[in-house]
């Protein structure tokens, strides 16, 4: 069984496949912290965005696995090094290369070969598993995605400065020569600006068991 979500930065898919996860005994897959991973070797390594070569030379040397639910590289976890600022503000150029993309692809699907998983990203439904079992594209407003970052505390960055990083990061993720963020034609379109966890999770589980 392979459950894929795609839509925005910050639109709840995370929380949302993590619930449906729970709910249905499937594996949760975060597709978006393989490219933070290669995202925070870049920053480690020193090397500029803007050599491309590099970033793809630093990722064809990466191992991805997944154990005991956390992403390791070469055997390390690395889930507590995903999530700062900067990698927030670096990593949807990292995505947007192509070899990477691809790269990227194939250590999802390796990872995650023979089990039942729901799986989130930009282009999980019309690129990494476009015969995925049940596809979802969730959506929601620049604002509403900006307030609930801004309410996580996760970030460091003010509200209104939260609403022009994830504005830009729709924009690339828009416009990437390969693997753009789009609308899967048999999808079902979720926008969740007005919905609570559960009526999302809801909507999604009376889904799967209809199937």
């Known amino acids: 069984?392979?459950?894929?979500?795609?839509?925005?930065?910050g639109v709840g898919k995370s929380t949302i496949a993590k619930h449906i996860a729970d709910k249905a005994s499937l594996f949760y897959v975060n597709s978006g912290n393989f490219y933070r991973a290669v995202t925070n070797e870049l920053i480690k390594s020193g090397h500029s965005l803007l050599n491309t070569e590099a970033v793809i030379e630093i990722t064809k040397k990466l191992n991805f696995s997944i154990i005991d639910g956390n992403l390791h590289?070469?055997?390390?976890n690395v889930e507590d090094q995903l999530h700062s600022d900067l990698v927030d503000s670096m990593v949807a150029?990292?995505?947007?290369?192509?070899e990477v993309?691809?790269?990227?692809?194939?250590?999802?699907?390796?990872?995650?070969?023979?089990?039942?998983?729901?799986?989130?990203?930009?282009?999980?439904t019309t690129v990494v598993f476009p015969n995925a079992d049940l596809k979802i594209y969730l959506d929601a407003s620049v604002v509403k995605r900006a307030e609930r970052r801004y309410r996580q505390g996760v970030s460091n960055l003010s509200l209104n400065k939260l609403k022009e990083t994830i504005a830009v990061r729709d924009k690339i993720d828009k416009s990437k020569p390969e693997g753009s963020?789009?609308?899967?034609?048999?999808?079902?379109?979720?926008?969740?600006?007005?919905l609570t966890i559960d009526e999302v999770c809801d909507k999604v589980l009376n889904k799967l068991d209809s199937m």
């Open 1 to 9: 069984m392979i459950v894929a979500i795609d839509g925005p930065a």
């Open 181 to 194: 963020l789009k609308i899967s034609c048999d999808a079902l379109y979720l926008d969740t600006s007005d």
């Open 93 to 98: 150029q990292v995505s947007s290369i192509v």
């Open 101 to 124: 993309r691809r790269m990227v692809n194939k250590a999802i699907k390796k990872a995650t070969k023979s089990m039942d998983i729901i799986v989130e990203g930009r282009d999980i």
């Open 73 to 76: 590289i070469n055997k390390v």
